[in-house]
């Protein structure tokens, strides 16, 4: 059974920047299109960030420019480098397959404050 860990939130004034990981147990991030996720207050969970095993890249608009996802498959980690952060961005960061296929971790709160 997959089980991811996401760690690296906290709380950033605006315009600051964060780091979030995501590991996962087992090879499964070696084939897998990754990405995270986030969810607001209120809102549903929506993709921010996609990952093929390729290296290839995708973000949607609101964060182009400011997030960049990488992958480490040696170490079957994702990251997620969120720079010029805005209070916008706050939510609950996910990270899973893309679409998402395991088991949703606990995430990591990522705060803004203005």
């Known amino acids: 059974q997959v089980q991811l860990v996401e760690s690296g939130g906290g709380l950033v004034q605006a315009g600051g920047s964060l780091r979030l990981s995501c590991s996962a147990s087992?090879?499964?991030?070696?084939?897998?299109?990754m990405a995270w996720y986030r969810q607001a207050p209120g809102k549903q969970r929506d993709v921010v960030a996609i990952?093929?095993?390729?290296?290839?890249?995708t973000y949607v608009d609101s964060v182009k420019g400011r997030f960049t996802i990488s992958r480490d498959n040696a170490k079957n980690t994702v990251y997620l480098q969120m720079n010029s952060l805005k209070p916008e961005d706050t939510a609950v960061y996910y990270c899973?397959?893309?679409?998402?296929?395991?088991?949703w971790g606990q995430g990591t709160q990522v705060t803004v404050s203005s």
């Open positions: 990952i093929t095993g390729g290296g290839s890249t």
């Open positions: 087992g090879t499964i991030l070696r084939i897998n299109i």
């Open positions: 899973n397959a893309h679409p998402g296929r395991y088991n």
